[in-house]
């Protein structure tokens, strides 16, 4: 390799890296939810708006809904879209909320470069907040584990 490809690739590196520092927030599907981050700053709680327009992690086993175990739906602490069901909530052991399947087109999902291992950042369809991420080692029927803020989460038991 020439010593402008290389310095070209490194140049790439930094780049990315740059990127990963402070990833951009996914974009809102929903004009309606189409907000500046100072908007997004009022309207959420620092720790929520740390979480989910910065896409900050809670610390393990912080979350109370991590041992919810009533029925009911989770909505998005940003624009309340249900985003999963109980029915599909298991104990994965790691200290956050975690689900097999989120319900229908509720979330999508982007790469996340910020670990040197790639992983798949997961984001309310609707305003683009960030949530957590999923990995493939969840039970059946799904095999996913899609492992979640609870700060990112509301939860509404069912009546
Ligand atoms: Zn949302």
Do not use: Q
């Amino acid at each position: 390799m020439t010593r402008p490809a290389i310095l070209g690739r490194l140049g790439a590196l930094f780049t990315a890296l740059a990127a990963s520092v402070s990833p951009s927030p996914a974009a809102a599907t929903d004009p309606a939810w189409k907000l500046t981050e100072d908007e997004w700053r009022k309207r959420l709680s620092p720790a929520v708006f740390e979480i989910m327009r910065l896409h900050g992690t809670e610390p393990a086993f912080s979350s109370p809904l991590d041992h919810e175990k009533r029925k009911g739906i989770y909505d998005c602490a940003a624009c309340a879209l249900p985003l999963y069901s109980s029915k599909t909530k298991f104990e994965s052991g790691t200290g956050w909320p975690s689900f097999y399947e989120p319900l229908h087109g509720a979330v999508s999902t982007s790469s996340d470069y910020s670990l040197l291992e790639p992983r798949t950042e997961v984001h309310c369809h609707r305003c683009g907040g960030h949530l957590g991420h999923v990995f493939n080692d969840g039970p059946p029927p799904t095999g996913l584990r899609y492992c979640m803020n609870g700060l990112a989460l509301v939860f509404k038991p069912e009546a």
